[in-house]
Structure formats: structure tokens, C-alpha cells
């Protein structure tokens, strides 16, 4: 069995282009792993489809353990602090939290805006951008503006880009009935039930228990499988996120943190520390600031009607001089660029193409871009962020979670809420088939 994300001889290839972003020199290491047949191309998928790697497990494991002793050992940039102090000091006062009049739309519609946006993407995950526009524009939907079907695809294409295995079944728009389970809701339902339980007390060692409590191993993925393997392998709470996980600035942080958001309106400081709590458990630096970023855009998003007030609120909580504060800033610049959408997203592909499509730093660029180019218009932001691929359910999702709690579910268009029928799947304890309407109301009772 090749499990992915989580076998020694697969990290290591990973773990040195992690360590070299953070200034670690790995010459050695890598020559020693090369000397013994190891890879140096991480797997894309998660897992190698050599069998035979295995053989190099033991020496994996080894120079995992001497890449973590060089990544603790080695400074950091003074421009990318670690800990929530050496963060807050940056950031502005914090404003008094209001919960508005219309809050339970407005968060009814950042629940919904969420699931659509995620369903969007789930069937063209890990596709690339020519096969997302070559696939929409075989089905006549390009660009896109509704979920994505197999009706009318070519044999050709359909071989050439095969749907997400896992999503096609769920997500394709003749296949829809209700939202299928997915770790972008399940990581927001997990993260309500645990500003019910425990509010603004919330620690990472909470986030810890209810993971393995509630969350089954199979429905996490890259720093979040990571982490959860160094729980039951009894490390530390606060050294899960630092053991052989070379995913510590991946997106896993930046996807679990709206509802942090929603049960602060208003208050972006608030949201942006109950996310760092959260997203410690398996994130470091640049992974942090991602779950910080969405948590104070959702903040804003429930009392705002700007969406560029909504994206300069995100950026304030990130610490100014770090590589997401210039994928964020970069983001914004294009999409006010006036340019044409394949203009700015070659643009974007050519500045962050480089990285893995799970990075956080390519997807907050275009989270960022394809909020600032829609001008906050829910059809034309999810497209923008999907199409743009990268890690497409994710991206879809953050952005539909936006621009849906600016509007408000009443305000949606019924094309992309209808097909939801009210409920999402999860194996989640107490959350399988739950209406979105419950989420909203649960959300907006955490939050006075």
C-alpha cells in the first residue's frame, strides 16, 4: 500500500524544497539521498509509484530527523515570525466585534458560498488550467459559469483529463444531490463545534483532541496527515506541526479557518487568533498566515459590502515583509491590472508556477486576485479562482465563503445554492446530512 502524504521515502524530496525556502542548506543531505538511488522530485500525488522505494525507508527516516534538527537550528527571518506574539505585534488595535441584523443570512451565505465554491472545484482537482478551459469549453462552459458536467465531452478530452476519481460521482452537476463530504466543510463544521465547546479559550491542544476524536485519519491530507500520525506517535502538541512534515507552509491551514471568521463579525484580531490556535497544530510561518488571512476576511465579510475592505483586512493580520504578504499584494495588483483574465493568470502561473499545487503562497495569490477581479461578484469569483487551478476545490471554496457572506444567501443565485438541497454529507459525529441553514444559526448563536 502507498499511502500518500505520509511515507518516509516520499517526505524527503519535499522536506528539501521546504527546508531550502527557509535558507537551510541541504547540499549534504540530498547528495547522501541521491548516492542511494533516492528521488529528489517530490510526488505530486503524494506517493511515488516506485515500489521499491521502500528499501530506502530507514535512511527516510533518518534524514528526516537530520533535516528537523537543521530547519530548528537555522535562524529565522526576522520577516516571517513564528510565534503568536512575535505576529500580534504588528497588527492594529482591535476593534469591538458587532454582530449585525442580518447576520444569520450573511453567514447563512458564507456557509453556502462555501460548499459551492468547493464543488466547483472538486471534479477538476489537481487538473491544470489548459484542462479545466479544455474540458468547459467542449461542455459549453466557458467561461465557466456553472458546475462542471460530462455531458457532451469528448472521448478525447475526457482521457486526456480525467475528472477527480473521488468527486466526479458527486460533483459533476448531473450527478449533484446535496453537498458530498469534502475536508474543506468538514475542517469548518469541526471548527464550530469547537468555538461552541470552548470559545475564545480555544488551544491547539483542543484542536488536537477533537481531531482525533471526531476527524477519521483517511480525511486528512498533506500537513494535517502529517500532524495527526505525530499525535498518536505521542509527539507534543506543540512540536506536531515541526516533526518530518515538510507541508508546514502548505494550504491545509488556510482552508479550515472561516468560521473563526464569522463568529468574530467585525473583529479581524479576534478571528485572526483563534485561527493561529487552530492552524499551529500542523502549520508553521507562511501556513499560519493563511489560516490568519481567511479567518479576518471572514471577519470583515459579515458586516462589509467592499470587497477590497474585506481582502486589505485579511493582509493587515499578515505580517507585512513575508512571502504571503506578497502573494497577497501581488494577487490584489492583478486583478486591478485591467488586463485580460488569461493575461493575469499567465502572470500569476509565472510568478508561483514553480510551486506544489497545494502551496499556500500560489493559492492565497489567487484567492486574493480572483476576489479583487470579480469586484466581489459570487459567479465571477469562484470561476476565476477554479479556473485558475491550483488546488481548485480549496481556492472555490475561500472565495465563495467571501464574496457568499458579503451578499448574503438571499442575495446567491439559485443556479449554484439549489443543487446544495440543504445538507451536507461528513463523517463528522453529529454533522452528516445537517442543513446549512442550522450551520448559520449554530454559527451566529457562537458568535453573541
Known sequence: MRLTWLLPEDLVAHEFVQAAAEGVDVTESRAHWVAAGGSTVPAAGGASDDPTAARLRPLARELLGQLDG???????????????????????????????????????????????????????????????????????????????????????????????????ATSLVENIAGMPEDDDLNFAMLALSLVERHGSALSTADVAAAWLADLPAGRVFTAERIAYRNLLDA?????????????????????RTDVYGWVRPGDPIAAARLANADA??????????????????????????????????????????????????????????????KDDLDELHRAYGHLHWVHVLNNAALVAYALTASRGDFATAVSLAVTGGWDTDSAGATVGSVCGALHGASALPRSWIDPLRNRIASSLPGFDGIGFDELARRTVAAAR
Open 280 to 341: 499551529r497544530l500542523s502549520h508553521r510561518r507562511n501556513g499560519i498566515y493563511g489560516g490568519m488571512f481567511v479567518a479576518a476576511m471572514c471577519a470583515a465579510a459579515v458586516v462589509s459590502a467592499d470587497v477590497d475592505e474585506v481582502v486589505a483586512t485579511g493582509l493587515a493580520v499578515v505580517p507585512p515583509r513575508s512571502r504571503l504578504a506578497d502573494a497577497i499584494s501581488f494577487g490584489v495588483q492583478l486583478g486591478h491590472s485591467g488586463r485580460s483574465t
Open 70 to 168: 537543521l530547519t530548528a537550528r537555522h535562524p529565522p527571518s526576522p520577516d516571517e515570525p513564528d510565534t503568536l506574539a512575535e505576529i500580534e505585534a504588528g497588527w492594529p488595535p482591535a476593534p469591538a466585534a458587532v454582530v449585525p441584523a442580518d447576520a444569520v443570512d450573511r453567514v447563512h451565505g458564507g456557509w453556502l458560498g462555501r460548499a459551492a465554491g468547493c464543488l466547483l472545484g472538486k471534479p477538476v482537482e489537481k487538473i491544470p488550467r489548459e484542462g479545466i478551459e479544455a474540458i468547459a469549453m467542449a461542455t459549453g462552459n466557458w467561461p465557466v459559469r456553472g458546475y462542471f458536467t460530462a455531458r457532451g465531452l469528448p472521448d478525447a478530452v475526457a482521457g486526456r483529463w480525467p475528472w477527480n476519481r473521488r468527486s466526479a
Open 235 to 255: 509527539v507534543p502538541v506543540e512540536r506536531a506541526a515541526v516533526v518530518g512534515n515538510p507541508f508546514r507552509e502548505w494550504i491545509g491551514a488556510q482552508i
